[in-house]
């Protein structure tokens, strides 16, 4: 797992899943789509993503398709660090 | 049939009078007492209080484990012209002492192993009532020594059983308050018999059928248990609470014991179907069984059908406040597709059911709104809360009193009342209206749960937070994200919860449902 996705997947276990086991995260488990990110906690990582890296994300990138599982976010994220808005 | 002729306590004269020798109770194990002398025995009761100064429209306590003698003290109080007034022995003394000081006992029958603990925390209320002390139940010896002893210091005169009215109270059953302290639902004979009537009517039940004692007496499904069962000269067979939460020793009684009526709560239900071994044994005479209390889980009660093919499966609804007020007999056998509870069904007949919206006006046929019921079951109010007793009520122009159940169902065309949940289990999550019920039904489905309950707390940032606490099957837990991500499969996403408990079992009630005040209180 990339730096990010570790930070990420540290990010998401201390908000969302409390006392959950870590392995138990994947880069591919379902966020969104598996119930563990509702509306307000996408959002809440959406903030912390723009805050911590210095990202903008626009409104249509905060979806499952975009943000359903770490690997996801790790691209994106990628993306957008790589070329600076 | 008319209330003013015929009390509670008549079931019993009259069937005595018909069939003296018939088996009345049945300590399983140990013994048993004939109507007749039940009959006498509740009489010499009658006649001792009668000698300690109790007057009609008196209340008398009974602090006894459940026993012949307790069955006994519940009809000597009756024929006294008193209303009995039973604690949970399992209570902690000092919410049985409130009950009695509250309602102002004129006396108590009470178990020698409670009086210490209960007199030292009466004594802070005020003055000890005048006591019948039994040494110890059990069979009927008990209560009959104590009456012996007391009639050795000073004998008690025979003296006619008391004339009673139809409102006049039969007894009084304390459920939990809203304010912290229990409330006494004040139940007349008239509520009384017209429930027992409309039993008979609905059930059919035989001299020769064996009802089942499952419920602790201050429960109001024990209502049914004794009063329908004495009146039809059938047996009761009173079931202590050591086997009563054991599924399958249980399961050892209800076959050994030939029950042919079984009621109860689901929870216990539900242990029987999963851990009751119930294809080993033979239970033939088994032909009624009857729920009430709470929803049954699907899941469980298909089990429980599948096991005990061929019974008739009644799900009966109502609040200690009307007793059951709603019907509905389960069609056999359930698909294996259906996950959402059964409807609670038609109104009773000696009662009229309707559904209402918040303003009190009826609503149109098919729409949501709370039940609110009306007719001869319906209870006089609470003890002594004029105020609470008032707010239970919405009274209509014709001057009936309707008691709101607080629950909120829909009416099919059929008359066939669908239950939704409670109007204070209902939360706005993310503007959608979410009933946790459903959020439990849906936890249900999981293969691992055995045992699912959602509260709701109040939460600055999200407004609501839903919490499950469940109890598995399993010795592997499912994780918190498989859990998260069985929910996405089978809930809206505003009905995910948003943490999960794992318990070895939920915590109960002393009526044996869940106790959702423990868990809103869980940290």
Redo the contacts between chains.
């Keep these: 797992m990339t730096d990010i996705g570790a930070t990420v997947k540290k990010f998401i276990l201390n908000e969302f899943l409390p006392g959950e086991d870590a392995s138990e995260l994947t880069d591919t488990t379902p966020l969104i789509t598996g119930g563990i990110l509702d509306s307000l906690a996408t959002m809440k990582l959406v903030m912390f993503l723009e805050e911590h890296y210095g990202i903008t994300m626009q409104a249509h990138e905060a979806d499952a398709e975009h943000l359903d599982t770490i690997g996801l976010i790790v691209q994106l994220i990628q993306a957008k660090v790589v070329q600076p808005r | 049939m008319m209330a003013r002729d015929f009390p509670l306590h008549r079931y019993l004269i009259d069937a005595a009078a018909r069939e003296p020798d018939a088996l009345a109770v049945v300590e399983p194990g140990r013994g048993s007492i004939r109507y007749r002398e039940l009959d006498a025995l509740s009489d010499r009761m009658r006649d001792r209080l009668h000698a300690m100064g109790v007057r009609n429209g008196d209340r008398v306590g009974i602090y006894l484990r459940k026993s012949i003698d307790s069955v006994a003290a519940i009809y000597g109080i009756l024929k006294a012209g008193a209303a009995y007034v039973p604690v949970d022995t399992l209570a902690p003394p000092a919410r049985n002492a409130y009950i009695f000081h509250n309602c102002a006992v004129a006396a108590l029958v009470v178990e020698a192993r409670f009086v210490e603990r209960f007199r030292d925390e009466h004594q802070r209320l005020g003055a000890l009532p005048p006591a019948i002390i039994v040494e110890q139940v059990g069979m009927d010896a008990g209560l009959r020594s104590a009456l012996d002893e007391l009639d050795t210091a000073q004998p008690a005169l025979s003296s006619p059983g008391a004339i009673v009215a139809p409102n006049d109270l039969a007894y009084i059953l304390y459920t939990s308050g809203t304010t912290g302290k229990p409330k006494g639902v004040m139940l007349s004979h008239e509520n009384a018999t017209s429930f027992v009537d409309w039993c008979s009517e609905a059930f059919a039940p035989r001299a020769e059928d064996r009802f089942s004692s499952h419920a602790p007496f201050h429960f109001d499904l024990s209502i049914l248990d004794i009063h329908v069962c004495l009146k039809h000269g059938a047996t009761l067979v009173l079931i202590g609470e050591d086997i009563g939460k054991d599924p399958e020793r249980l399961a050892e009684m209800i076959a050994d014991e030939r029950i042919s009526i079984w009621y109860s709560a689901p929870s216990i239900l539900s242990l029987l179907a999963q851990h009751g071994k119930l294809a080993d044994r033979d239970f033939a005479r088994l032909r009624l069984v009857l729920f009430a209390g709470e929803v049954f889980p699907v899941k469980h009660l298909r089990t429980l059908t599948t096991q005990w093919p061929g019974r008739r499966y009644f799900n009966l609804y109502g609040p200690t406040e009307t007793n059951v007020c709603t019907y509905y007999e389960v069609e056999l056998p359930i698909a294996e597709s259906r996950t959402v509870p059964f409807p609670i069904g038609r109104s009773c007949s000696h009662l009229s059911c309707k559904v209402v919206n918040t303003d009190g006006t009826q609503t149109k046929l098919g729409d949501e709104g709370e039940l609110v019921v009306a007719g001869r079951g319906v209870m006089q109010g609470y003890w002594s809360l004029p105020e609470q007793t008032e707010r239970a009520f919405l009274p209509d122009s014709s001057g009936v009193r309707w008691y709101r159940t607080g629950d909120v169902v829909i009416e099919a065309p059929n008359g066939s009342y669908t239950y939704l949940g409670r109007r204070d289990r209902m939360v706005k999550r993310?503007g959608y209206r979410v009933e946790l019920g459903e959020i439990e039904a849906g936890l249900y489905k999981h293969r691992a749960v055995k045992e699912a309950a959602v509260v709701a707390l109040a939460d600055e940032?999200?407004g609501v937070r839903i919490r499950a606490f469940l109890s598995c099957h399993e010795e592997k837990r499912p994780?918190?994200?498989?859990m998260?991500?069985?929910?996405?499969?089978n809930l809206p996403?505003?009905m995910?919860p948003d943490?999960f408990f794992w318990l070895a079992e939920l915590p109960r009630t002393s009526t044996d449902k869940v106790d959702y005040q423990r868990l809103k209180e869980f940290r």
């Design positions: 993310r940032e999200a994780s918190l994200i498989q998260k991500r069985f929910c996405a499969e996403l505003y995910i943490d």
